[in-house]
């Protein structure tokens, strides 16, 4: 059975800036990371983006821009990517099952992909998406950038995003 790779956006797939990113000249994708999207996909992993964006549940913007976002990050890795999901919600304003932590959007990352959390993982580059992991049942890999550099919910640490992806493919 496949596993499925669940990808943080912010801090993982692009640069993170240390505030809400919609705007494309915010949008910083490095350059190892098409190559390594196309890396895991080619090893038969699913990949499903799972990102927080509360900030359009707090009005600062609409999904529209998210979801153009997602189409830059497609154009750059060649549409490798399965699935791009996003949870709108801010715990400020609703509580929500699928914002990070909650693990709802990681189970439908691996229901829409096929997979089994056993074969599956998550990288990230906060706490939050470390718990949502191991809710979910999967292995769990930190990048840390300006946020947290520890967690007690990561299996591994590194320090990009190519060093994640052999992390993942050494091991499977
Ligand atoms: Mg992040």
């Not at 549409?79 to 949870?87: H, K, R």
């Not at 191991?134 to 060093?163: M, Q």
Request: with cysteine; glycine share 10%; aromatic share 6%.
């Amino acid at each position: 059975m496949k596993g499925c790779i669940l990808l943080d956006r912010d801090g993982v797939l692009n640069l993170e800036t240390g505030d809400y990113v919609f705007r494309e000249e915010d949008f910083q994708i490095p350059s190892d990371v098409p190559e390594g999207l196309n890396r895991l996909k080619s090893a038969g992993f699913g990949l499903v983006v799972v990102t927080n964006q509360g900030g359009i549940s707090k009005g600062l913007y609409k999904s529209e821009a998210v979801k153009n976002l997602h189409q830059i990050l497609q154009s750059a890795c060649g549409n490798a990517i399965d699935y791009l999901l996003y949870a709108p919600w801010h715990r400020s304003i609703s509580a929500s099952l699928s914002a990070k932590p909650g693990s709802l959007m990681m189970e439908r990352g691996m229901a829409l992909t096929d997979a089994t959390s056993e074969n599956s993982w998550i990288i990230g580059d906060a706490g939050r998406d470390m718990e949502a992991g191991k809710a979910a049942g999967v292995r769990t890999i930190l990048i840390p950038t300006l946020k947290e550099r520890e967690s007690p919910y990561a299996d591994f640490v590194c320090d990009n995003f190519t060093e994640a992806v052999k992390i993942i493919l050494s091991a499977s």
